[in-house]
């Protein structure tokens, strides 16, 4: 693992919250950024940021979240999702985030990824799809 993956790192990314990014339970005047494709923005940006201090064929997947949604993000407005990099353990790290908006924090919350070899987790996947096809 790279020397320069340590707590601390942060990363803020802006993006523009379209309709594929909303539901629309109030109608479709009152579509809203959707909280499972906001936590789909997090994870990247989480993903992201770390993935620039792996060596090649290594890359995260995420263990665990906790995502308070907190305010509401209308289609056509955008958001910054700002990551930080909490703490590192062995091949564990986990990451503070906020998401807010023009007017207001509209998330905040926790969210761990665990590092994996590419190929080795590939080879694993492929074991587990020939089990559940019975062969």
């Known amino acids: 693992m790279s020397e320069t993956l340590k707590p601390g790192l942060t990363l803020t990314r802006r993006i523009d ?19 499972p494709l906001m936590l789909y923005d997090v994870e990247f940006a ?9 060596e090649p064929g290594k890359d995260t997947v995420g263990t665990r979240v906790e995502l308070d949604h ?7 407005m955008w958001v910054e999702i700002t990551v930080t990099l909490a703490k590192v353990d ?8 906020t998401v807010r908006d023009a007017v207001e924090e509209v998330a905040r919350g926790r969210h761990n990824r665990f590092i994996v ?16 096809s019975g062969g």
């Open 46 to 54: 989480c993903r992201d940021l770390v993935k620039e201090h792996l």
């Open 117 to 132: 070899g590419v190929e080795k987790t590939a080879q694993r996947l492929k074991a587990k799809a020939a089990k559940a």
């Open 17 to 35: 919250v379209d309709r594929d990014r909303t539901i629309s339970f109030m109608g479709d005047e009152c579509r809203v950024y959707a909280t």
């Open 90 to 97: 062995g091949n564990a790290v986990t990451f503070d985030f």
């Open 70 to 76: 907190v305010g509401a993000t209308l289609l056509g």
